[in-house]
T-cell receptor
Framework: NAGVTQTPKFQVLKTGQSMTLQCAQDMNHEYMSWYRQDPGMGLRLIHYSVGAGITDQGEVPNGYNVSRSTTEDFPLRLLSAAPSQTSVYFC???????????FGPGTRLLVL | KNQVEQSPQSLIILEGKNCTLQCNYTVSPFSNLRWYKQDTGRGPVSLTIMTFSENTKSNGRYTATLDADTKQSSLHITASQLSDSASYICVVTPGTYKYIFGTGTRLKVLA
């Protein structure tokens, strides 16, 4: 089991560029989510999905899109990067019933 | 407003010493409380999870306590090791798949 994997580990973008952060899990979890982590703040939920074809907004969804075409993959797209999106992004999947949340290693994004 | 507050923000201790981290919450309803350990450059990893009826839970040298009446939790680390250097995050769950994260306590263990 690789658990939750994320790519890339680090990315530098210029303002206005777009990119996709990849996330995959091999635990057959239905629920997946994306968080951002900023200094001095707790993790904040961006988007989540309760299964293939179903996504919904979290606390801070503006500027981000997601899709869930398969159970395994949950990519996060930045439409037009802004410096305010400089952050560390974590993908997570959750076992049935919400008992255990597994986090990926994170993607560190710098927007210039 | 649902909030989870942790103290102290940061802590430095010597290897072998004990320490206690605090978590106060104003989350309602309450389903469970979790403590996570986050090593630098890594994602959080679950240490303990406690429901309303549990007031203590151990995981090796980590012991978490919960007082649901006062809405307080603590994480006690016994005989600290250099590998305990990390951020410790308290998370309160008001319902299935809902998580309110604290800002964490950054612990540094010195040799």
């Amino acid at each position: 089991n690789a658990g939750v994997t994320q790519t890339p580990k680090f990315q530098v973008l210029k303002t206005g560029q777009s990119m996709t952060l990849q996330c995959a899990q091999d635990m057959n979890h239905e629920y997946m989510s994306w968080y951002r982590q900023d200094p001095g703040m707790g993790l904040r939920l961006i988007h989540y999905s309760v299964g293939a074809g179903i996504t919904d907004q979290g606390e801070v969804p503006n500027g981000y899109n997601v899709s869930r075409s398969t159970t395994e993959d949950f990519p996060l797209r930045l439409l037009s990067a802004a410096p305010s999106q400089t952050s560390v992004y974590f993908c997570a999947s959750i076992s049935a019933g919400g008992e255990t949340q597994y986090f990926g290693p994170g993607t560190r994004l710098l927007v210039l | 407003k649902n909030q989870v507050e942790q103290s102290p923000q940061s802590l430095i201790i010597l290897e072998g010493k004990n320490c206690t981290l605090q978590c106060n919450y104003t989350v309602s309803p309450f389903s469970n409380l979790r403590w996570y350990k986050q090593d630098t450059g890594r994602g959080p990893v679950s240490l303990t999870i406690m429901t309303f009826s549990e007031n203590t839970k151990s995981n090796g040298r980590y012991t978490a306590t919960l007082d649901a009446d006062t809405k307080q939790s603590s994480l006690h680390i016994t005989a600290s090791q250099l590998s305990d250097s990390a951020s410790y995050i308290c998370v309160v769950t008001p319902g299935t798949y809902k998580y309110i994260f604290g800002t964490g306590t950054r612990l540094k263990v010195l040799a």
